[in-house]
């Protein structure tokens, strides 16, 4: 979402009645602003618990796969070389 010019040229004349304590005050608002609607947007892995509830998977079974597919590859043996 962007802003229209008029609307950025207001702020920016806004700006330029303050002094440089009240544009520090603004900016620092701004980034807490920013922060919280930054976290708002972070997901949590138990907002997604459901998810494999409704796609009927057999958890055991699916790591078995991983599992098995871990050893075809080989990579159990590049571990152990570390």
Same mark, same amino acid.
């Given at each position: 979402? +962007?802003?229209?010019?008029?609307? %950025?040229? #207001? %702020? $920016?004349?806004?700006?330029?009645? *303050? @002094?440089?304590? #009240?544009?520090?005050?603004?900016? #620092? *608002? %701004?980034?807490?602003? &920013? *922060?919280? +609607?930054?976290? =708002?947007? =972070? &997901? ?12 009927? $998977? ?5 790591? &078995? ?11 159990? +043996?590049?571990? @152990?070389? =570390?």
């Amino acid at each position: 979402m +962007s802003l229209a010019k008029e609307k %950025i040229d #207001e %702020i $920016i004349q806004e700006l330029n009645t *303050l @002094n440089p304590q #009240e544009i520090e005050q603004v900016l #620092e *608002l %701004i980034r807490a602003f &920013k *922060l919280k +609607s930054h976290q =708002r947007d =972070r &997901k949590k892995p138990s907002d997604y618990r459901g998810v494999w509830a409704h796609l009927d $998977i057999n958890v055991e079974e699916e790591c &078995k796969k991983m599992r098995e597919e871990w050893d075809h590859r080989g990579w159990d +043996s590049i571990s @152990n070389e =570390r």
